[in-house]
């Protein structure tokens, strides 16, 4: 599905195409072996476009989208440690395992994302758009995700992350 939606776009190199389809598919055999204990009932948060805005915001809008800019890109930095991305992902700890196969993946290492724009469904959750770059280059530009504060902390969503699996066409526990 990926492949299909790089490809469609007219003047895309093949190569970039390629390299966009497999860096979203190397999420798959990572989560291939997360299991949910506590799955039940999320199929709720498998939608990955981003809500319509709202009045409510945070109490410092420019400070929250300063700090789901920073984790966002920080979350999707190849260099960031496992340890340190289980902090920006929710429920991060339940995720530890994924995010470790992650670390030493050579596709995982060449892709990034760019935060382009952030705007608040409620005090507590954030649809951000982003641009998933492979090399640097944008291979899924304009992507759909949410952010949500938890523990006092702005994560990139569960729901994010397993919206990027859904896009390889794999179906993962816990997703």
């Known amino acids: 599905m990926v492949s299909q939606m790089v490809f469609a776009r007219p003047g895309r190199r093949p190569r970039l195409a390629a390299l966009a389809a497999a860096a979203v598919l190397v999420l798959t055999p990572a989560l291939a072996s997360c299991s949910d204990d506590e799955g039940e009932g999320r199929s709720e948060e498998m939608n990955t ?12 809008p420019a400070a929250a989208k300063a700090e789901i800019t920073k984790n966002w890109t920080a979350f999707f930095d190849p ?3 496992t340890a ?8 991060g700890e339940r995720m530890q395992a994924v995010l470790g196969a992650f670390a030493g993946d050579k596709n995982a290492a060449m892709t990034s994302a760019k935060v382009t724009g952030v705007t608040f469904d409620s005090a507590t959750e954030a649809g951000v758009t982003y641009d998933l770059l492979v090399g640097g280059s944008p291979a899924l530009p304009g992507a759909q995700g949410t952010s949500v504060l938890q ?25």
Do not use: F, M, Y
Not at 49 to 60: M, R
């Open 151 to 175: 523990n006092d902390t702005w994560k990139v969503s569960v729901k994010t992350l397993c919206g990027l699996v859904e896009l390889s066409g794999a179906t993962v526990p816990g997703c």
């Open 79 to 81: 260099k960031t440690p």
């Open 84 to 91: 340190d991305r289980v902090k920006l992902l929710e429920d």
């Open 49 to 60: 476009s981003a809500p319509a805005a709202t009045a409510d915001e945070p109490d410092d």
